[in-house]
């Protein structure tokens, strides 16, 4: 089994969480993993979402995919990078539309793309996929991460009566219906993924953060200060 603290507030999901059988498998993949290969993010930051971002303090949710797999970038956070770690190209394109849509500039020098102050006002920065082998882009997907986060999603969706889901890509937007949660009246803001791939087919100009901040407020929230 998977050794780790439990992240304060999602202490019930998590503990529901393990008595799956896919969490058994799961723990089993990650455990041989870890002992035959480089595997990122480290293992005392696997959770770090959780940890950085109680789940009753959930406003936003930005969703990942795959953690970064080069080494020093990834720490747990979706589309985050450590401090002083060269912008990927994703995260580049994210703060250039950030400074396009509410002028913030998060291109100063030494680099600075480590996300944490976002998840310490409740946005929720969530891979799909929580590890993944370095230099291998994918290859932790389908062991059984999807249905963990998921289902950690699912919770949020549940349990709040209001959260602004960011969801850029294809990938994230599949989530939309497990996320559609009866009786709750969410904001879902959705645009191609910042990838240089997509990025310029509406990604660019899709104004996601003070969309976001503008939900907040309709609904008596504070909204994220970018």
């Known amino acids: 089994m998977l050794n780790f603290a439990t992240p304060f507030g999602w202490n019930l999901f998590f503990t529901t969480e393990q008595t799956n ?4 498998l799961l723990s089993i993949f990650i455990e041989l993993e ?3 290969f480089e595997i990122y993010p480290p293992h005392d ?3 770090a979402a959780f940890f950085a971002t109680a789940l009753h303090n959930v406003k936003v949710v930005i969703v990942g995919q795959d953690p970064y797999h080069q ?4 720490h747990g956070l979706s589309f985050s990078v450590n401090s002083n770690v060269a912008l990927p190209p994703s995260l ?5 539309e950030l400074q396009s849509d509410v002028n913030v500039d998060r291109s100063q020098y030494p680099a600075n793309g480590n996300l ?6 409740g946005v929720l920065l969530l891979n799909t996929t929580c590890t993944v082998r370095r230099g291998e882009a994918g290859s932790h997907s389908g062991k059984g991460w999807e249905e963990f986060t998921t289902a950690a999603l699912r919770v949020v969706a549940e349990t709040h009566a209001h959260v602004v889901f960011i969801l850029w890509g294809k990938h994230a937007q599949s989530l939309k219906p497990h996320l559609e949660s009866n009786g709750h009246h969410h904001t879902f803001i959705e645009s191609p993924h910042p990838s240089p791939l997509s990025a310029y087919r509406g990604f660019f100009g899709s104004r ?6 503008e ?3 309709q609904h008596g929230q504070v909204p994220i200060s970018w």
Request: charged share 15%; aromatic share 18%.
């Open 21 to 24: 059988n896919y969490w058994q």
């Open 34 to 36: 870890r002992a035959s």
């Open 45 to 47: 930051e696997m959770f």
């Open 71 to 74: 080494p020093g970038q990834a």
């Open 92 to 96: 580049r394109n994210i703060f250039t």
């Open 116 to 121: 944490m102050s976002w998840a310490e006002q």
């Open 208 to 213: 996601p953060f003070s969309r976001a901040n």
């Open 215 to 217: 939900a907040l407020i």
